[in-house]
């Protein structure tokens, strides 16, 4: 194998701001301790919580890396005690509990997963951050069903694409909310049925109307805001509402009574704190019901564009406009 340096590149956030606060720094490449295993990282998937760890509203959990970056994908360069799944070579993809944007990161060895031949390593950093994220809402809060319909909100985002074609590919119906026709017409080709624009269409009335009047039965949501009080009259009777972000804001008024006249679940969940036994169920769980579709094809991520490890700052700006259909990725 070839010997590892000694120091790497990362970029590191020289202090709570906008982009432009994304700086390379020179750090010493970490050792993998017990049950973890070090990445030369050759992708690095670029996700909102990294926005918001580099505004300083979202600091990484005690114990894990300052740098930002939840998922990686590249070539196994070391390995801990007590690691089983993965040698010293294998492509693999992973999510991270930080540290992503490096030449070289530590990941979890049961948090990582085998490249398919099927996936690029572009393609491969692009998934296991937004794969989990909805696996773990749609299918196993969310409890979507083959016939039940789905509404994304943000379809056209990293999440919205990935969950258009797993449901799709579990056999349920898909509706998104967008805010352009290029946006619309990405989700359609993906599958979607509906796609809505949220900025000239009212969303509840053309959910009701896509369904015949019943409803979505699972509401993925990362908006909250006056959005809530509104999922709760888009939702289908004993829908299940999924809360993953907030990005109109945190605090809500809502008619608690519609949750109850329609036996509503409104659940929610982060990714990031979660403990690495949680990751590796999920893991397990992927790997057991979507590596096969992964593996034929069938699920791809939708790339909108790629940036080098050290444009980081310029990756940031392209998601901060809203603009980016799919996933945003750092070439290492």
Request: aromatic residues 4%; proline residues 6%; contains cysteine.
């Amino acid at each position: 194998m070839e010997k590892l340096p000694a120091q790497m590149t990362v970029i590191g956030i020289s202090k709570p701001g906008g982009p432009e606060v994304l700086l390379p720094e020179t750090r010493a490449v970490p050792s993998p301790g017990l049950g973890e295993i070090l990445i030369k990282v050759q992708a690095a998937g670029v996700n909102r919580p990294d926005v918001a760890q580099r505004s300083g509203s979202y600091p990484p959990p005690p114990g894990a890396s300052d740098l930002p970056g939840l998922e990686v994908a590249g070539e196994v360069a070391a390995v801990g005690p007590g690691v089983t799944r993965h040698k010293v070579g294998d492509k693999v993809m992973s999510l991270v509990a930080g540290g992503g944007y490096a030449q070289y990161c530590i990941a979890q060895d049961a948090q990582a997963m085998a490249v398919p031949p099927s996936l690029s390593m572009l393609e491969a950093g692009a998934i296991p951050e937004t794969l989990m994220t909805v696996w773990h809402n749609v299918f196993e809060r969310g409890a979507l069903q083959p016939g039940e319909t789905l509404l994304i909100h943000g379809g056209s985002s990293g999440i919205g694409t990935m969950a258009i074609q797993l449901a799709k590919a579990f056999g349920s119906k898909v509706i998104v909310t967008v805010g352009s026709k290029d946006k619309a017409d990405a989700c359609l080709k993906l599958g979607a049925i509906s796609a809505i624009n949220y900025k000239t269409e009212d969303f509840v009335a053309e959910v009701k109307s896509a369904t015949n009047g019943a409803g979505a039965n699972v509401i993925l949501d990362m908006v909250a805001g006056d959005y809530v009080e509104r999922n709760y009259d888009a939702a289908a009777v004993d829908g299940r509402i999924v809360q993953i972000a907030v990005l109109a804001g945190a605090k809500v008024t809502v008619n608690i009574a519609k949750l109850m006249v329609k036996r509503l679940h409104h659940t929610g969940s982060t990714l990031r704190p979660r403990s690495n036994a949680d990751k590796a169920a999920m893991v397990a769980a992927i790997e057991a019901k979507v590596m096969p579709l992964l593996r034929e094809g069938r699920i791809k991520p939708l790339m909108d564009s790629t940036f080098p490890l050290e444009k980081a700052a310029d990756a940031h700006r392209r998601m901060e406009t809203s603009e980016h259909i799919g996933k945003i990725v750092l070439q290492v």
